[in-house]
């Protein structure tokens, strides 16, 4: 129990501070490419991304959930050649697709950039950035494999690896590119993802076969039984990232139409698309290096839990990730809620869009608080009830959106939508959940979280007139810890845990 526990946690913490790298780089590569392009340059490389990635979720099928929870159970009962089956499988699946889907892309491009985005600048970077669709896909499958098998450094690694080789190109290509035009420097950019994203692609590779242990098999492939297995984890959770997926498509096709009938101009709406995705969204998503990380791990942690019957350690666990995603949570919204010019100004160089930040952070906290549900219901196989509440999200969400674009006339109403989208998917979740697994409420938690929120929003106000910004970061953050351990929001088995892990590791 106690090294089933370490090992999770080991594995935390391993992708906690390789996605808070990845975090920073990436924020690296935001802010070398708003200083290249400028606000209209990241709107038309944001423009251009919902439409790839929605590709990318049609190639995966989901499959990295699939992989990583049966490769674990197959490690848990010792059977190697199963795993075997799941990569052959696996492998044959995402590939087809890719060598499918691409051309259609290819030729669908002048519509999509035209007549859907209406804005024909978008169609050199989407033609730019194809090549990473079957990339990304066979990436995927040694992910969840990595995953599956708790070998967390391999995969952080490689995204530490990607956003190296993005950051490292970026400046040498949209600078080469620039004088073409704005749109030939965000195709620059996509070139620059693409060959991050093949870079960690032949590290995942390079690993996997040093790593890789022969196995004599017993029984010839079962392709097709070990397809439909797959397929049934996989395509329920498909159809939930289909469904976010396709509405972040629908979204900026919504918000360049709606803001354009109201009589805005097509360069200052992708001006004002990439401030809010391209700038202040990135912000927000910060704390989620902790909460993504959790859900990562958290995955095979309960499959491996669950094949051994171990329910005590399962509601453990579910409880120790939601009550870090929580107090976490709460601290980065506090402080972007308090001290978000700051955070603009110390990172692009601007505090345009300081009001949206501020409102967005004080709702934020339930996007943080949604990732480790999401991970326990694709864990206890419910991804078919997760896919029904991403669609009900996702209506709420562009229905909300395209409602308040054409009252409000800004970029606001795309801000509002989101979070709209977000509190409703959180929402239903955990009452997914709460009725699936007799998950108890935690009130007390939720009402010294609000206490601690209020108390840490007093001593903001008190020490404004006498302390800087980053002072007054630091100011709020120890207080929030010193307050939040003495509210048993953090615990000392955590502090416990968590050094014990990096003594061991």
């Not at 290249?36 to 979720?57: C, D, K, Q």
């Amino acid at each position: 129990m106690e090294d089933a526990v370490s090992t999770f946690i080991k594995g935390t913490l391993l992708l906690m501070v390789a996605a808070l790298a990845t975090k920073i780089l990436g924020f690296v590569h935001r802010i070398m490419l708003a200083g290249l392009t400028g606000e209209e340059g990241v709107g038309l490389y944001m423009m251009t991304f919902p439409a790839l990635m929605l590709a990318i979720t049609v190639t995966q099928l989901g499959l990295p959930i699939a992989i990583s929870k049966y490769v674990s159970e197959a490690e848990a009962k010792k059977k190697p050649h199963e795993v075997r089956n799941i990569l052959t499988a696996s492998l044959w699946i995402t590939g087809s697709l890719a060598c499918l889907l691409t051309p259609v892309l290819f030729f669908s491009a002048p519509f999509i950039a035209n007549v859907l985005l209406d804005n024909n600048r978008t169609l050199i970077p989407f033609i730019a950035v194809l090549p990473v669709v079957p990339i990304a896909a066979f990436s995927a499958v040694l992910r969840g494999y990595f995953m599956g098998k708790q070998k967390m450094g391999v995969t952080a690694t490689g995204s530490v690896i990607e956003q190296l080789v993005r950051i490292f190109l970026l400046t040498w290509i949209v600078s080469a590119l620039m004088e073409r035009g704005i749109e030939y420097a965000a195709a620059g950019a996509m070139i620059a993802s693409v060959a991050g994203e093949l870079v960690s692609l032949l590290f995942l590779l390079t690993v996997f076969y040093i790593t890789k242990r022969p196995v004599r098999m017993k029984k010839p492939v079962m392709f097709t039984a070990t397809s439909k297995k797959l397929l049934s984890i996989a395509l329920p959770s498909a159809g939930s990232r289909m469904v976010g997926s396709a509405a972040w498509f629908l979204e900026p096709i919504i918000v360049m139409k709606c803001l354009m009938m109201t009589g805005l101009t097509a360069s200052y709406v992708t001006g004002q698309y990439g401030l809010l995705t391209g700038f202040i969204l990135p912000v927000l998503l910060l704390p989620s290096f902790i909460t993504v990380s959790l859900s990562t791990a958290l995955v095979p942690s309960i499959s491996e839990a669950l094949a051994k019957k171990q329910l005590q350690t399962v509601e453990h666990r579910v409880h120790q990730a939601l009550r870090i995603s929580l107090v976490t949570g709460a601290l980065f919204s506090l402080l972007l809620f308090m001290e978000g010019e700051y955070f603009l100004q110390l990172l692009y160089h601007t505090s345009n869009g300081q009001d949206i930040l501020k409102l967005l952070s004080a709702l934020f906290i339930f996007y943080y608080y949604q990732g480790p549900l999401h991970a326990v219901m694709q864990a206890f196989e419910a991804a078919g009830t997760a896919m029904i509440n991403s669609i009900i999200g996702a209506i709420v969400k562009l229905a909300v959106m395209a409602i308040l674009l054409l009252q409000m006339e800004n970029i606001i109403g795309a801000a509002i939508g989101i979070a709209a989208g977000v509190i409703t998917v959180t929402f239903l979740h955990f009452h997914s959940i709460r009725t699936m697994i007799k998950l108890t409420i935690p009130y007390g938690q939720y009402v010294a979280t609000g206490f601690l929120l209020v108390l840490c929003y007093l001593i903001h106000q008190l020490i404004v007139p006498y302390a800087s910004s980053p002072e007054r970061i630091f100011i709020l953050t120890v207080c929030f810890i010193v307050f939040a351990s003495g509210l048993q929001l953090i615990k000392k088995e955590d502090w416990f845990i968590f050094g014990k892990s990096f003594r061991k590791s």
